[in-house]
């Protein structure tokens, strides 16, 4: 039987409906309660254009200005084997 929440894994017990790690998401949220558990994972895991534009920013002026990284584009796998 797969795992009723990622749907991906196999349950632990024949008489269970979740695997071992969807298991412990289950028992954090029981803890601390689903609300609480889904406001970490939006605010830990989930950003938005306002966030990911700063973090740019950030990012560049942590960064020297005569660095010129951020005109090119960054190198693919397979750019960066031929360089």
Sequence with gaps: MVCVMCE??????WFGS?????RQ??????VYGFD???EI???CCIRD????EKKIDNHKRSKS???ESYIDKPL???KAAKS
């Excluded at 991906?8 to 017990?13: A, I, L, M, P």
């Excluded at 979740?18 to 969807?22: I, K």
């Excluded at 998401?25 to 029981?30: M, P, Q, R, S, W």
């Excluded at 254009?49 to 990911?52: D, G, H, I, S, V």
């Design 25 to 30: 998401i289950k028992n954090l949220g029981n």
């Design 8 to 13: 991906k894994e196999s349950v632990e017990n």
């Design 76 to 78: 693919t796998r397979s």
């Design 36 to 38: 609480r558990i889904l």
């Design 49 to 52: 254009e306002t966030q990911l």
């Design 65 to 67: 200005m005569t660095d």
């Design 18 to 22: 979740f695997c071992p790690q969807c």
């Design 41 to 43: 994972l939006k605010k």
